[in-house]
């Protein structure tokens, strides 16, 4: 999809924290196993849509708490937690590190976090919109030094983006 090499990577939820959400989620819950009828459903260990009838955890997921953690941030307020997808079994994670191939069209929000994990800016991706120049633009501003993706209409984390 992009000719030019990638500025930025895209990060799902990490192998060993999707294994811990399995048991246990952010919330201290066991996680819910459902079956996704009419599946789509953005997948956060390996950034695909489910398939219909596919088997999935839902579980809670606070998207900054283990990146503030090993800065020593205190994230106060901004430690937000909410549902994500995932697989009840290890999935072997996203195809490459670029924008997910199976979530691009889907309408997101990217907010832009600076290094104490507060959020400094961002925008609406419509779903007409190319993805990378979007997110070359918040990531042009210094102080931005990651960016989470979510959906626009049910506010979930998607995934995250780094500098390479
Ligand atoms: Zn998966």
């Known amino acids: 999809?992009?000719?030019?090499?990638?500025?930025?990577?895209?990060?799902?939820?990490?192998?060993?924290?999707?294994?811990q959400l399995r048991h246990r989620d952010d919330?201290?819950?066991?996680?819910?196993?459902l079956v996704d009828e009419s599946g789509g459903s953005p997948l956060r260990c390996c950034l695909r849509a489910s398939e219909p009838g596919e088997t999935l955890l839902l579980a809670s997921y606070a998207p900054l708490r283990r990146w503030a953690a090993e800065r020593d941030i205190d994230?106060?307020?901004?430690?937000?937690?909410?549902?994500?997808?995932v697989h009840p079994q290890p999935c072997g994670g996203p195809a490459h590190d670029g924008y997910p191939d199976e979530l691009r069209g889907t309408p997101r929000v990217l907010r832009a976090y600076n290094e104490k994990g507060r959020i400094i800016g961002g925008l609406v991706l419509d779903p007409d919109d190319d993805p990378e120049p979007a997110i070359e633009q918040?990531?042009?501003?210094?102080d931005v030094v990651v960016v989470h993706?979510?959906?626009?209409?049910?506010?979930?984390?998607?995934?995250?983006?780094?500098?390479?």
């Open 27 to 33: 919330a201290g819950r066991e996680p819910l196993l």
């Open 1 to 19: 999809m992009a000719t030019k090499i990638a500025t930025f990577t895209v990060t799902p939820i990490a192998p060993d924290v999707v294994a």
């Open 138 to 142: 918040l990531l042009a501003d210094p």
């Open 75 to 85: 994230l106060n307020a901004y430690d937000e937690m909410g549902p994500v997808f």
């Open 149 to 164: 993706a979510r959906a626009v209409v049910f506010g979930c984390f998607t995934f995250a983006i780094e500098r390479r």
